[in-house]
């Protein structure tokens, strides 16, 4: 983490700031559970002095755009008080399409905007910041940002079907990917579903997340959400734990999605396991997915550990059970992926050094993962 911090300007500070938005929230939460763990207020200090480069860079229009300041269109104090809530730009190197431009799905990786999935880990990342400080600001700019993206990401299609895009431009205004992500209402709605927890105290309505949270359980029934992609399972390991940790402290009851969620992992981890990526050298591989993985496997360890402990609504399901039974079969692969990527000659990669900030946060993270992965 001292490594991310002097590469991308965060410590020492320097002008040229390197802000994007996925890395940061993992690097936030990293940094909480090392201050946690050491009670070092230096790492409390690295998460806060993140969370402002972030607004400020994030929250703001790009230096090649020729419109300026805050991207939710606020003046400069309101958006100091609000700076979340026009969203936050994903971070990319290459500026946003233009609504009638063309479209080049290659092109359109490298090009900035706004994506779903990585508003939900800086909500998380804020929520953790409340938690950890007991400043409620940062959960109140989670759950402004959190009413934001649902309003402007979802719509519904001709079947009058609530949907929701993939990508959306910078200030909001018209989507630059129309298709959904597999996993983007379920990322939604554990994550609201994990800022409603902290709204029980506060009787200001404008922070009740029930709308949204009804929207997005709609977009989530019925849904298979299997997939042979690593990070993507590791994501929905993550995800089974916070929905336990929720049912758990009786904050959350879905019918039948914790099995789900499980039922999906599995299908997917025996996918990956027949896979022989593993197998691969380091030229042929991406570490920070390898990573999400191996992170979503110590979740798995946690959620183990919850039950064992007398999580009575969830030993009663039998179902979910036999499901971590056989899914913890597959811990290993977690020290494997560590193990690779720790080799110094791997990390010299050109593969690894291309994606240097998200690799080396994400093997943070699966090092010491408390930090994420608690709520």
């Not at 969203?87 to 946003?96: A, D, F, Q, V, W």
């Amino acid at each position: 983490m001292s490594e991310f911090a002097e590469m991308t300007g965060l410590s020492p500070v320097s002008e040229m700031q390197r802000r994007y938005l996925w890395t940061d929230a993992f690097a936030v939460c990293n940094f909480l559970g090392l201050y946690q763990e050491t009670n070092d207020e230096t790492f409390k200090s690295l998460s806060l002095l993140l969370l402002d480069q972030v607004h400020d860079v994030l929250g703001r229009h790009r230096a090649d755009d020729q419109r300026k300041g805050w991207i939710s269109g606020l003046h400069q104090r309101e958006g100091e008080l609000h700076p979340t809530i026009g969203g936050l730009r994903i971070g990319k190197e290459l500026n946003e399409r233009a609504p009638y431009d063309p479209i080049d799905d290659r092109l359109e990786w490298d090009r900035d905007g706004q994506y779903y999935h990585y508003l939900t880990k800086w909500m998380h990342a804020l929520n953790r910041l409340t938690s950890v400080t007991g400043n409620s600001a940062y959960w109140r700019w989670a759950v402004e940002l959190a009413k934001t993206a649902c309003a402007k990401f979802t719509y519904h299609d001709a079947q009058n079907r609530k949907r929701m895009y993939w990508k959306m431009s910078i200030d909001l205004s018209y989507p630059l990917v129309t298709s959904m992500g597999h996993h983007d209402p379920l990322d939604g709605l554990i994550t609201c579903s994990e800022l409603q927890a902290g709204f029980a105290g506060n009787s200001d309505g404008l922070f009740d997340l029930t709308v949204e949270i009804d929207g997005l359980a709609g977009m989530c029934r019925g849904k298979d959400w299997t997939t042979d992609d690593p990070l993507g399972i590791g994501g929905l390991l993550s995800d089974a734990l916070r929905v336990a940790q929720l049912m758990d402290k009786e904050r959350f009851s879905p019918d039948g999605l914790l099995g789900g969620i499980l039922k999906a992992c599995l299908t997917g981890l025996d996918a990956f396991s027949r896979s022989g990526l593993l197998n691969a050298p380091a030229s042929y591989r991406l570490a920070f997915r390898e990573l999400g993985l191996s992170i979503g496997l110590h979740a798995l360890e946690k959620l183990e550990g919850l039950i064992a402990r007398g999580a009575e609504v969830l030993r009663k399901d039998q179902a979910v059970g036999r499901l971590i039974e056989s899914l913890v079969k597959h811990l290993a692969v977690a020290e494997t992926i560590e193990g690779f990527w720790l080799q110094p000659v791997n990390r010299r990669a050109p593969i690894f050094m291309e994606h240097r900030d998200i690799n080396t946060v994400m093997l943070a993270t699966s090092l010491a993962p408390d930090g994420f992965l608690m709520l």
